[in-house]
Structure formats: structure tokens, C-alpha cells
């Protein structure tokens, strides 16, 4: 039996006839990334490839990395296997990783959306035999209202506590999640403040993509002059002293997770958005359709029940173990969705 | 039904208590008087009996909303809540309904009788046509008890704010059998009707846990201990030649006692007896899993009440010839029960009085405290000898002094998915001791609370990678990690693999430091149970 294009080993996704890795949990020589988030983009590998745009994201995380940027579309040949990445709408710069070799296609998503943001490229169809796809949110449960809508509400939401002269405190991931509610916040209710690491994160999204101002609160924020407006901060915030100089505040979380209402509950936060940068259960099953794929493998989420149900679909589906998940499952970084 | 999903969906958007009971007040004082009062039964569980068994809501809406029905399983064990995971799985719709609350519910008692079919047809017909809030909120009218962060005694906090009635006589108000189809607003909260009374218990008071060293309640002589008896909780009510039992949890159960029923000779009319219901077979007091046999019965046979009797241990007395004595001082209502005591006791009455100790110094008081095993109660109960009868959980003059758990190093075999927040990590564990050979490890308890989220997660990523077999959601582990586990009381069960039953396990610690091999066996277990 002929080795499988990709494989999946103790250091990621291994081209093996290429000798290339995707999105690699352990240091490797060369390693295709599909964007800038910490389980997809780890430190320690000799050589990078991945979107331009998302050059200056893992720079920015990683330091002084040797990196190649390449547009979309773009066909690299690595010792006769054609790379090359196409949008996945997951945040900013995040590609999936169309991998070709004698006439077979696979494709790997990394993470993505269907919906567009209007900040990242708007995720693209990409035709393949074999798919290989994240489903964080593989449940029937899970249903995205259109991102308009839930704008509209965090919108209302930050108006109502300015009017009952409260701060809004909305947490999201630093980097995807941050911007995409910067771009679609009112700034005519007022000011958007941020955290530092959000704000960092910004500056180097602003290179890229057009955000509305911001001010980072450091030490001389004096409190009166934050009241009332709405601060952008990263989930591990809540409950810290930091949060103590908006008081009085109202506090909120715009993610996937918040389809639960436990969810919001146990974190003791007031009120929850569900607002993600994953597909929802519909989009996965649509995009898979699209894709052409005989072959799914699901690598994290809740892939066990989500490769049941396409393997009942009549796919060829499995489950693979990957790291992207297990780095993932601590608090701050599963805001990331 | 608009206005009270909308009151659901803002009780939903806040953490903060005080923008609940403002919310539940602003409700109170506008929405009509009929949905009032559902609202307040409600919100103290008195829903009414389910019209549809879970399983057919269940396998209904995975046919209406066209995924298998292990799908719909999966989610729903995610979920956590069954209405929550209807209202999310099936097809989402932006309409709403103009019916009222009390229309709802009055659909929903008459649907208890119709066909099959035609439940049926009135689940599809409202799923399909009420937004997520609406849809949430009648099924979980239909389903189940309505837990959403609102305790009754926010409710009532809330519908004080709004009436400006006093908060503690409206506690005693909503306190009952009363039928929210037929009650209403003005009988059962504005108007005061004396005669309403006769049935009706007192507010219990209930005691918080000690949290500091016992001496520094201060002078021990202010002090009264008695022993901390794990029954039922409950007040005996004689008025009017009548018997009324009540327990905890506000429901009337005069009928699944029938031995109380000699009372009504020998106490005078007008008492309220606050004390424990206990087993009490072969004449001395049982085991919890004991009364277990007598709470869930409708039917008391004959022989039950042969096998399993019960007594009331008396340690409070509320009301003494149709007097409310709870201003009292708890020593003047002691005398009170004890020469009460003194006038009926005898082998025939069920009535045993809860003795008071009295103590020279608080070291006496934790050498008591350590027998508490022996006599077969939880703890001591500490009461100040001035305190009056106070109502709802307050701190200061009456406290409990629990035993300290009973533990067991014992070894993770099976995980499951948590719920809600922990749906995505295994947090539900099963543990095994080990057998007599030391070669097979015997489940003996299940436990899903006493890690960090920290420790949670560090186990989650640890059994994912340590999996040995998958049953649907759940999975056996390699036998590795040991954990102590807390648990309250133990008794023999026949209905237990390990022929072991212990009340509240829980995890204590996680002992990294031993290994499986240094894990208890069932043997060990046993040892523990009282002889």
C-alpha cells in the first residue's frame, strides 16, 4: 500500500514526499502555516511558509523567524508536490492548504469560516478528494445568525450601558477576534478602548486591514474618561485587578461557546454573543459538500460525533489526533473561536 | 409568553442580583396578574405534571429537526438541558407567539390527556412557530423544573420590591399547596385571609456551615449542641384536630407518614413541631438509604411500615397553643418541647426529642462532635441559647458542625463529557478500588466536582490521549491516576457492584504522589461502614 499524501505523526501533518510539515506541534525543518493563531503557528521550525498578510502576525508573535510569504493561488513546488493556499475567512491572513501530488488533491482547512467578516478574504471553495477539516463546532446545536444581526445587538448592548452610565467590557481573542469586533463596533456611541495585548495585535493588523481608532489603557487612563465606552480585552482579563478602573461595568463574551447558556454562566460573565470565527455545523456540512471530498478527516472539535454523522452521509470519514485542540483547551485560548 | 421569554432572555444577560430582582419586579408589576402567578409557581417548581415523557420530546424532535436520533443524544449530553437542546437543534424561526403564559399553560395541563398523535402535533406546531426564547421556555415548561440562576427567595425579594409587601410574610404566603391553574394573584399575594393559615408551615430556618474554629463563637455556656440528624427535614403542624407534615422542600407529605397520625390525640391543636424525619427500624435509627424507601413511595403498604417506621426527632417548637413562638429565645421554646415531650412520650409515639448538650468548655464540644458517628448523625448543630426562630439561611446564632468526610485513595477508570462549560472536557469520572486479589479494580463511586479547571483540564488532555475503549460518551482509561474521594455516609447496597452505596462522593484531591497499586481496596471501603 502506497504511503497517503499526507500523514499524521508525533510532529503534525507530514508531507512525506515533500518533507514538509502543516501546521507542526513540534519543531521541524520546514512547515506550511495556515494562520497566525498559537496551536497552528508554534514556535521553533527553520523555515515558514505561509500568507503574505500573515507575515507580519506570526513575526509578531514569534520574533526574528526565517518566513516566506506567498499570495493566493500561488503554486509552489516543493520536490514535485504543488502547494498552495487559498482563503479560509477564519481572522486575518489564514489560508487553507491545497496540497497536489500525481493527480491526487488534499486539502487542509486549518481553521475557517463560511461566513464573510469583512476583514478576512472570504473563505473559498477548493476542490479535493481528500478534505481535511476542523469541527469545533460539529454539532447539530450550533447555528450562526447572520453577523449583522449580532453587531446590531452588541451595538444596542454597549448603547443600553451607556445609558445606565456603565462600562462595556467585551472580551475577545487578541488576534481575529479583537479586530473583527473593532471593525464592526458604533464608534458614534462612542470611544473603543483596548487592552494592551489587543492593542499590540491591532497595530499589526492595521498594516493590513482598516480599523476604526482605538486607545490602548495603560497606567495614566484616567477611569471618568473610560466610562461609558466599551473596552476590547482578552478573556484571561476577567476577574484580574486590571478590570477593577472600569467599574461600574458590565461585562460580555462574543464567541461560539455562548450558544450554551451554561457557558455563559459558569464563567460569570453577564451576557454572551454568539459570534464565531468556525464554521457552524451547517457550514461544515456545506463546505465539505462543495469541496467534491470522498475522504474527510476531522481533526479537532467534537470530531468522534462528527465523523459518525459523515460517515452515515456516505463519506469516508475518520478522526485524527492532532494538537491543535489539546494547547487549546485552556480558557484564554478556546476564546479564540 | 413574549413577555415572559423576554423576562427569561434578561435574567439570562446578567450575573448581577440586583439587575435580576430588578427585572423580576419590573415584571411583577406589569405583566397580568394570571402570569403573575404562574410566574411565582414557576420559579418555586410547582410546574405542572409533565404531559409528554422525555422520551418521545426527545425522539419528536429529532425527527422534527431531521438528524438521527443518537445525534440528538450526543448534543443533548453536551447541552446539558433537554429544552436547551431542542430549542437549539431544530430549525431556527423568527416568529413569536401572542398567547399568553397562562394560555400556554393551561394548554399544557389539558394536553396531559390527549392522544399520542395529537401531543404530538401541538409540540410541532409550537416549535415551528416560536423564536429560540419562546421555544426554549415552552419546552422547558414542558420538560422540567425551571433552574435559571433564580432562586425562590430572589423571586420573592423581587415581588416584595414590586407589592411592598414585607419580604418574610410573603415567604410565608407562596409556602403551600396552592394551585396556580386556579389561585389567584390578589388570594394568593395581596389579601390577607387568616383562615388560609391553618395548613401552613413556618419559613424553616436553616443554618450555614461553620467556617471559623468553634471557640470563637465565644462563651460556650451561650451556647447549645445537639446532634445533626441526616433525615427529612420537617415541620408537624397540628391545628384544628387536623395533621400537616411538611418537609424542606415546601411539599406536603402528611400522607407518606401515616405514623404521625397518633399525634392529633395526644399534642394539643394550635403546635408546629420543627424536627427530623429518621428510620427508625428494629427500634433504632437506619440509614438515609433507609427513609429512601419510604420518600419515593405513593403506596405505604403494611409491610413498609413494619419494615421501616419512622420517627420525628423533635428539636424546635414553633407554635404552642396557636401561638407563633419563633421571637422566643430557643432556650424558652426548648423548655416549652420538653415538657410537651415530657407529657406524651411513651414506646407507641413516634416522637423522640433531640436532646441538648451543654458544655463547660468548647474542646468538650469537638470530643461530642467525634462520636457523632456512633449515634448516626452528620455532625453537631451549635444553637445560641437566646437566639429567636429566624427565617431562611442566615448566619450568626445557629451553625453546623459537620464530621469531617470519610475518604478513600481510589483509581479514575471511566470518563465522561461534562455539560455546558466543561462539555468539550471529560470531567464525569467513575472509580474502582481494588478487588480482594488486588487484580481487578470494582467500581464503587462516581464524582464531578472537587478539581480546579485547571486540574480539569490537565486530566481531560491526560484521558484523551489515554483512552482505552468508547462506549458513546463514555470511555474507559488506562488505570493510572489516583484520587482521594470525600463522601458523607456509607451503607451496604445490594444494588451496587461493590455492595457498597456512599452519599455525596466527591473529589478531594488529586494524588499525583501515589501510585495505582497504593490505591484502597473494597475491602478498605468496607471497613468504613458502621456496624
Redesign the interface.
Known amino acids: 500500500m502506497k504511503t497517503p499524501l499526507l500523514v499524521f505523526n508525533q510532529k503534525g501533518i507530514y508531507c512525506e514526499a515533500a518533507d514538509v510539515y502543516l501546521d507542526p506541534w513540534k519543531p521541524v525543518k520546514k512547515a506550511i502555516i495556515s494562520h497566525g493563531h498559537a496551536d497552528h503557528s508554534r514556535w521553533g521550525h527553520q523555515q515558514y511558509i505561509t500568507h503574505h498578510t500573515n507575515v507580519p502576525i506570526i513575526k509578531h508573535r514569534l520574533g526574528d523567524i526565517s518566513v516566506t510569504g506567498k499570495a493566493w493561488n500561488e503554486t509552489f513546488t516543493i520536490n514535485g508536490v504543488k502547494f498552495s493556499l487559498h482563503p479560509a475567512g477564519h481572522i486575518v491572513g489564514s489560508s487553507q492548504i491545497r496540497v497536489e501530488h500525481k493527480g491526487e488533491v488534499w486539502v487542509f482547512t486549518g481553521d475557517y469560516k463560511t461566513e464573510d467578516d469583512g476583514l478576512a478574504v472570504p473563505y473559498e471553495v477548493v476542490k479535493c478528494h481528500t478534505f481535511i477539516t476542523e469541527c469545533t463546532f460539529g454539532l447539530p446545536a450550533f447555528k450562526w445568525l447572520p453577523q449583522q444581526q449580532v453587531f446590531n445587538d452588541i451595538n444596542n448592548w454597549w448603547q443600553q450601558n451607556q445609558d445606565d452610565g456603565r462600562t462595556s467590557i467585551l472580551f475577545g481573542y487578541s488576534l481575529g477576534k479583537a479586530q473583527r469586533l473593532l471593525k464592526h463596533l458604533d464608534t458614534s456611541i462612542g470611544k473603543i478602548y483596548t487592552h494592551g495585548a489587543v492593542e499590540n495585535m491591532t497595530e499589526v493588523v492595521r498594516e493590513i486591514a482598516d480599523l476604526p481608532p482605538t486607545e490602548k489603557i495603560t497606567r495614566d487612563t484616567k477611569k471618568e474618561d473610560i466610562k461609558g465606552n466599551i473596552v476590547i480585552a482578552p478573556p484571561s482579563t476577567h476577574g484580574s485587578p486590571w478590570i477593577k478602573k472600569m467599574v461600574p461595568y458590565v461585562t460580555a463574551s462574543a464567541s461560539g461557546w455562548m450558544t450554551f447558556r451554561g457557558a455563559r454562566r459558569r464563567r460569570a460573565i453577564d451576557k454572551g454573543f454568539v459570534l464565531s470565527d468556525h464554521c457552524d455545523w451547517q457550514g461544515l456540512l456545506t463546505s465539505i459538500r462543495a469541496t467534491g471530498a470522498e475522504k474527510v478527516i476531522c481533526t479537532h472539535g467534537y470530531t468522534d460525533i462528527f465523523s459518525r454523522f459523515l460517515a452515515e452521509q456516505g463519506y469516508d470519514a475518520r478522526t485524527e489526533q492532532t494538537q491543535y485542540e489539546e494547547e487549546n483547551a485552556d480558557q484564554t485560548s478556546k476564546e479564540k473561536d | 409568553m413574549k413577555q415572559f421569554a423576554e423576562l427569561i432572555r434578561t435574567l439570562?444577560?446578567?450575573?448581577?442580583t440586583t439587575l435580576k430582582v430588578e427585572a423580576l419586579a419590573h415584571y411583577f408589576k406589569t405583566a397580568s396578574d394570571k402570569d403573575k402567578v404562574w410566574t411565582i409557581a414557576i420559579l418555586s417548581h410547582r410546574r405542572p405534571p409533565r404531559p409528554v415523557n422525555t422520551r418521545l420530546m426527545r425522539e419528536w424532535a429529532s425527527a422534527f429537526?431531521k438528524?438521527?436520533l443518537?445525534?440528538?443524544e450526543?448534543?443533548h449530553h453536551?447541552?446539558?438541558?433537554l429544552a436547551?437542546?431542542i430549542a437549539?437543534?431544530i430549525p431556527?424561526s423568527e416568529e413569536s407567539s401572542e398567547k399568553s403564559l397562562n394560555q400556554f399553560l393551561q394548554e399544557i395541563i389539558e394536553l396531559k390527556s390527549r392522544s399520542e398523535e395529537e401531543k404530538k402535533e401541538y409540540l410541532y406546531e409550537n416549535w415551528f412557530s416560536l423564536n429560540y426564547y419562546e421555544r426554549f421556555v415552552f419546552t422547558k415548561l414542558i420538560t422540567g423544573s425551571f433552574r435559571i440562576?433564580v432562586s425562590q427567595k430572589l423571586m420573592t425579594r423581587a415581588l416584595s420590591k414590586a407589592t411592598e409587601i414585607d419580604e418574610d410574610i410573603l415567604a410565608y404566603k407562596l409556602m403551600g399547596n396552592w394551585d396556580p391553574a386556579t389561585t389567584t394573584f390578589t388570594d394568593l399575594v395581596l389579601e390577607e385571609k387568616p383562615e388560609d393559615y391553618l395548613s401552613k408551615p413556618y419559613p424553616f430556618y436553616l443554618a450555614y456551615a461553620i467556617e471559623d474554629e468553634p471557640q470563637n463563637l465565644g462563651d460556650v455556656k451561650e451556647w447549645a449542641a445537639e446532634h445533626k440528624w441526616d433525615g427529612i427535614r420537617s415541620q408537624v403542624i397540628i391545628r384544628n384536630g387536623e395533621l400537616f407534615v411538611w418537609s424542606r422542600g415546601e411539599e406536603l407529605v402528611t400522607d407518606k407518614y401515616p405514623e404521625f397520625e397518633k399525634f392529633i390525640n395526644i399534642i394539643p391543636d394550635g403546635t408546629v413541631i420543627d424536627g427530623e424525619i429518621l428510620p427508625f427500624p428494629k427500634n433504632e435509627i437506619g440509614t438515609f438509604k433507609d427513609l429512601q424507601t419510604r420518600i419515593g413511595r405513593k403506596n405505604i403498604t403494611k409491610k413498609l411500615l413494619e419494615k421501616t417506621p419512622v420517627i420525628l426527632k423533635a428539636y424546635d417548637i414553633l407554635e404552642w397553643k396557636g401561638e407563633d413562638i419563633r421571637e422566643k429565645a430557643y432556650q424558652k421554646r426548648r423548655e416549652i418541647l420538653e415538657q410537651l415531650f415530657a407529657e406524651v412520650a411513651s414506646e407507641e409515639t413516634p416522637l423522640h426529642l433531640s436532646s441538648t448538650i451543654s458544655f463547660q468548655t468548647w474542646d468538650e464540644v469537638a470530643k461530642e462532635r467525634e462520636r457523632s458517628r456512633e449515634v448516626k448523625s452528620e455532625g453537631l448543630m451549635l444553637k445560641r441559647w437566646d437566639s429567636p426562630y429566624l427565617v431562611g439561611r442566615k448566619k450568626g446564632d445557629w451553625w453546623k458542625w459537620k464530621v469531617d468526610p470519610l475518604t478513600i485513595d481510589a483509581v479514575l477508570t471511566y470518563a465522561m463529557r461534562g455539560?455546558?462549560?466543561?462539555?468539550?472536557?471529560f470531567t464525569d469520572y467513575t472509580f474502582g478500588l481494588w478487588d480482594d486479589e488486588k487484580e481487578e479494580l470494582v467500581t464503587f463511586a462516581k464524582a464531578y466536582s472537587g478539581l480546579t479547571?485547571a486540574e480539569f483540564?490537565k486530566v481531560?488532555?491526560w484521558i484523551?490521549?489515554n483512552t482505552l475503549e468508547?462506549f458513546g460518551p463514555v470511555r474507559s482509561v488506562t488505570p493510572h491516576h489516583v484520587f482521594e474521594i470525600a463522601f458523607e455516609g456509607i451503607a451496604e447496597s445490594s444494588r451496587h457492584k461493590s455492595g457498597v452505596a456512599t452519599r455525596f462522593p466527591r473529589i478531594l484531591r488529586w494524588r499525583q504522589d501515589k501510585k495505582i497499586e497504593e490505591a484502597n481496596t473494597l475491602e478498605d471501603l468496607k471497613a468504613l461502614i458502621p456496624k
Open positions: 439570562d444577560s446578567t450575573n448581577k429537526s438528524i438521527p443518537w445525534l440528538f450526543e448534543s453536551i447541552v446539558g438541558d436547551e437542546t437549539l437543534v431556527p440562576g455539560h455546558g462549560r466543561r462539555s468539550n472536557l479547571d483540564r481531560d488532555a484523551k490521549k468508547r
